[in-house]
């Protein structure tokens, strides 16, 4: 049997002519068309209705077994009208006394009762959809309802909506910095707020913003100490790099001719390096100490705070010898003495990783053969 399913979603029928729904059958179909007409001539659905008889008598006069209905949802949303739909289908499905299978014809006047078309098909297999349009105003609802959706949605909303305001306001801010006489400021810092835009949305970087600031709200939250190590380790970051180029403008200073690069490399690592150190013992310190009060702290971490020793104390001698100001004696004693640091605490940590995660398997296999 072929069930043509005639969708009026925000339930014209029922609201304008009392009529209650699901209505099955020829006669009963009929009689809700006169009553909508009657109501109001104008409604859309009302086309829905007919095109449904009309499917209903072709078919029937070919000898096919066919019956027709008309299912409504609700004015009170998409997800509420939706699963109104659902339950008359069940109805209309429950009320066919038949053994042979049922398929669907849907019957609609538009994209937006057309959304309801995945609940139909989780019910009844469907053999086709007929929208029915005016001729006379074909495709406008489907354009007011795809332009309704556009807006609904919140990124496609920022996506299209945010760049045409910017390209609206170009021509009064013009006006606005021709009057105050800075007509290229105005112009250039919205290019510049337009181009910032595009190249964020292109790069995903809205996205990347709001992770990196829903992790810092989270470790605010949460008592990390990692997100307080971080913000003293920009802050030593960038006292670093002042101290850096304070320490090149003097070597400069100190000396008439022009400095070669590996000279001018070495001022900026020299006084920069002591901060850059601490910076890291902030961060990796502030790090373990939020792995170890989370309980998933691993000896091998402990290593971090000695390779940022290590790895400073090897750039400042290497800096100073450049300086002139160690010799080769020193610079020997420092680079074996950082890579001797660093050796150490590897070996020293992986030796106290084995033999504690041993102590550890022989207490599980202790209280194992206890229990």
Known sequence: MLLVLCVDLDDDLGRKTGFSTPVIGRAPVEEAAVALATADPEDSDLNVIFQGLHIYDNLADRGESVEVAVVTG???????????????????????????????????????DESVIPIIRSRVPIDGV?????????????????????LDDP?????VLIPLGILLLIYPLALIGTVLNMPGI??????????????????????RLDSAVERGRRSLY????????????????VLG?????????????STE???EVPVMLAALVNGSILWFAAAGLTTSLGQITDEYIAGALEWRYLNAPFYVLSIAIVLHAVSAFFLDEVGITYLAAALTAGTL??????LAFAVAESRFSDVDREDGTRGAERA
């Open 74 to 112: 609700n004015d009170d949303g998409d997800v509420s009208a939706n699963r109104e739909v659902g339950d008359e289908v069940d109805t209309v499905l429950a009320s066919l006394s038949t053994g042979e299978d049922v398929t669907a014809l849907v019957v609609t006047d538009g994209a937006q």
């Open 130 to 150: 007929r929208r029915v349009v005016v001729r006379q105003a074909q495709n406008l609802e489907s354009m007011y309802y795809t332009i309704k959706q556009v």
């Open 155 to 159: 990124e496609t909303r920022g996506t």
């Open 186 to 207: 105005v112009l250039g810092t919205t290019s510049a707020l337009l181009g910032f835009y595009l190249i964020s949305r292109g790069l995903g970087l809205g996205d």
């Open 222 to 237: 949460a008592g990390r100490t990692t997100l307080l190590a971080y913000v003293v380790a920009a802050a030593l970051f």
């Open 241 to 253: 790099g002042v101290s850096g180029i304070d320490t090149l403008e003097a070597v400069q200073g």
């Open 257 to 259: 001719a022009d400095l």
């Open 341 to 346: 640091l660093g050796i150490v605490s590897t």
